[in-house]
């Protein structure tokens, strides 16, 4: 899988854990097509996956083993960090921490781990 697939991927695994998880009617912006999503997203969703990607790599799968917090928290994390790389000045929500996240995106965190976890089976 290479990046752009990997980005895809984390995209449409954010949409149908938005529709999962999301209490109400989500915000157009949380289920905007891949079409639409701004290159600066697209970069940090591919980098993202592709260390979710290495990570079950060299821990030769055993990260697969992690709760599904730990999953959820390792992909906010490597957003967080991704966004910082992209934008100079993000949105305090693109990067909050952990505590502060809402559980259904903390849910969905884990949905896109999964996901890409699954992708290499």
């Known amino acids: 899988m290479n990046r752009t697939e990997g980005a895809r991927l984390f995209r449409e695994a954010w949409i149908a854990g938005v529709h999962r998880h999301f209490p109400g009617d989500p915000e157009p912006r949380f289920i905007t097509p891949w079409e639409d999503v701004p290159q600066w997203e697209r970069e ?6 592709t260390r979710v990607r290495d990570l079950m790599t060299l821990s030769e799968g055993t990260a697969a083993r992690m709760s599904r917090e730990q999953k959820a928290r390792f992909v ?9 790389d992209q934008l100079t000045d993000p949105d305090p929500a693109q990067v909050a921490e952990w505590s502060d996240l809402p559980v259904w995106q903390q849910e969905t ?6 996901a890409i976890e699954r992708s290499l089976e």
Do not use: L, S, T
Request: one cysteine or more.
């Open 76 to 84: 906010a994390v490597c957003w967080a960090n991704e966004v910082h």
């Open 109 to 114: 965190d884990a949905d896109i781990f999964e």
């Open 44 to 49: 940090v969703a591919g980098e993202v996956a």
